[in-house]
């Protein structure tokens, strides 16, 4: 069955899952309402994201820097400078297109994205406005950040920006942490929350958007011991496709290969890279993503950003879509914070014996909202003409449903029994009260719920319930003493087929 955006996007619409922000009003292209379903999906990403990453761990430290903070920032970081775009507009229309989405619809690879080449490219190819067929301007730069103005006056004086990305508040906060939790090196500090671009053309539904959900570890290892990971043994064993930046140029295909086999063949900027794509690999996998629509790929160096020395995006294959970019894993050296120490004057460095060092920083970087996208993509099926999302419990939006057979009071009462009971024990329950139990499993069908719970006539007799499966529809019968442990088992043992 082949799955079209529209398919997901109309899902989300009818469940709850995402709305246009302010659509009563025609809403701004770009930006997005999470709904009571579609939250609860993120949120169970998000706390996951959290767990794998953060708390499980005891060398990472979670912070929640501040969305807005001094312009300068910005400025030391290189994103006032050289967060940018190459810009098209359309002489007739107006329309504005980001010249590599331009191209790339156009099917023209290049893999020189400067001023030069691109204009080039849109000449060579006699490439004109898809909306209109109109004549395209010169390209030209455009800076991505979003700006805002803080205080009573608005002007220049007052300009302060959205940030683009949550790393910069982990750098600048750098010392502060490093000297409050007296870490020692290797660690790292991680955050999640809202950032904010000028995208030129958002598209893909919440594939390219505005405002954005992403979750990063900034981790600072010691220069000198950059090949030196004690952990490396979680990933060696880990199989995904690799395409590096010299099989892209000679246009040969990805290819598998273990963490391990792929650092030992020296594809990595260093053994804390290599594992840093491993770890994120294993959690996305963990979440319900099939390894087989995963791949990690080099950027060429025309593509790198700014900041990086060497950057592996994992893509996911969304089969509406091609592979795209879900999470970005780059070697940021000691880039940040060389230039925050030498624009603010603050000593962002480390000293050992006698010695003073800046450490280097490898940066996991997830973007959630394309995450949730392809969790949903990967969890969508179509059963009899219905919709089953066969969503991971852990990241499903309730763990379990609860369903009255019938709608008459002894059975309401004791499915809300079963539900307190259940709430007490930290399950997120859903219950229907409607009585129309086919209408209620298809529901529940296709919002995700892995595992449903019925009171039937038996369960006044012998205080049992039947648990059915959302992925097979199979029921199995058990005593309501015993539902909080077996639903335990089932999401933390649960396989996905
Ligand atoms: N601090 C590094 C950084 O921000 P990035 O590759 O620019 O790296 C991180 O962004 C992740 O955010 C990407 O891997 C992608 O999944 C997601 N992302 C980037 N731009 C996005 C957009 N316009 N809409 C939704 N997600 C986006």
């Known amino acids: 069955m082949s799955i079209s955006l529209s398919d997901i996007a109309n899902l989300a619409k009818r469940r709850g899952f995402i709305f246009l922000s302010g659509e009563i009003y025609g809403g701004i292209a770009g930006f997005y309402d999470y709904g009571p379903i579609g939250f609860g999906i993120k949120r169970r990403i998000l706390d996951d994201w959290w767990w794998f990453f953060v708390s499980s761990r005891d060398d990472v430290y979670g912070i929640s820097p501040a969305i807005?903070?001094?312009?300068?920032?910005?400025?030391a970081s290189g994103h006032v400078d050289e967060f940018i775009d190459i810009l098209v507009e359309c002489a007739r229309c107006k329309s504005r297109f980001k010249a590599e989405t331009l191209l790339e619809e156009a099917g023209i690879k290049i893999q020189d994205f400067s001023m030069e080449s691109v204009k080039n490219a849109i000449k060579n190819n006699n490439i004109k406005c898809p909306k209109c067929g109109g004549e395209l301007s010169e390209p030209r730069c455009f800076n991505l950040m979003i700006e805002a103005h803080v205080g009573a006056v608005k002007d220049e004086s007052s300009v302060v920006y959205l940030r683009p990305e949550i790393a910069q508040g982990m750098f600048t906060n750098f010392k502060l942490i490093s000297a409050i939790v007296g870490a020692r090196l290797p660690f790292g500090i991680a955050s999640y929350g809202k950032v904010f671009r000028n995208e030129i053309s958002p598209r893909g539904f919440i594939f390219r958007l505005r405002e954005f959900e992403i979750a990063e570890i900034e981790y600072f290892i010691d220069p000198n011991e950059q090949n030196n990971c004690a952990l490396f043994s979680e990933v060696e064993n880990i199989e995904v496709k690799i395409w590096t930046k010299e099989e892209q140029k000679r246009e040969l295909e990805p290819k598998e290969r273990t963490i391990g086999e792929a650092f030992n063949e020296g594809i990595f900027s260093n053994m804390w890279h290599a594992y840093w794509a491993g770890k994120a690999v294993e959690w996305l996998i963990s979440i319900g993503i099939k390894p087989e629509h995963l791949r990690l790929r080099e950027h060429l160096e025309t593509e790198l950003a700014h900041y990086a020395k060497q950057t592996?995006?994992?893509e996911y294959y969304f089969p509406y879509l091609g592979w795209k970019e879900i999470v970005g894993i780059a070697n940021r050296t000691d880039y940040d914070l060389r230039r925050h120490t030498n624009m603010?004057?603050?000593?962002?460095?480390?000293?050992?014996?006698?010695?003073?060092?800046?450490?280097?920083?490898?940066?996991?970087?997830?973007?959630?909202?394309?995450?949730?996208?392809?969790?949903?993509?990967?969890?969508?099926?179509?059963?009899?003409?219905?919709?089953?999302?066969?969503?991971?419990?852990?990241?499903?939006?309730?763990?379990?449903?609860?369903?009255?057979?019938?709608?008459?009071?002894?059975?309401?009462?004791?499915?809300?029994?079963?539900n307190t009971m259940l709430k007490l024990e930290r399950f997120a329950t859903y219950i229907d009260f409607s009585g129309k139990i086919g209408k209620a499993y298809a529901k529940i069908d296709e919002i995700g719920i892995p595992f449903a719970i019925t009171i039937d006539h038996k369960t006044f007799e012998d205080n049992t319930v039947t648990i059915r499966f959302r992925d097979t529809k199979n029921q199995i019968r058990i005593q309501v003493s015993e539902l909080a442990k077996k639903l335990r088992e089932l999401k933390y043992n649960y396989i996905m087929q």
């Open 68 to 75: 807005i903070t001094s312009p300068k920032v910005w400025v």
């Open 312 to 314: 592996f995006d994992i």
């Open 344 to 418: 603010s004057g603050e000593k962002l460095y480390l000293t050992k014996n006698g010695k003073e060092f800046y450490p280097y920083c490898i940066e996991p970087s997830f973007g959630i909202d394309r995450i949730f996208l392809a969790i949903i993509t990967e969890a969508y099926t179509v059963r009899d003409g219905k919709i089953v999302l066969r969503l991971h419990p852990k990241v499903a939006p309730y763990d379990v449903a609860i369903l009255p057979l019938l709608k008459k009071p002894k059975f309401i009462a004791k499915a809300k029994e079963i």
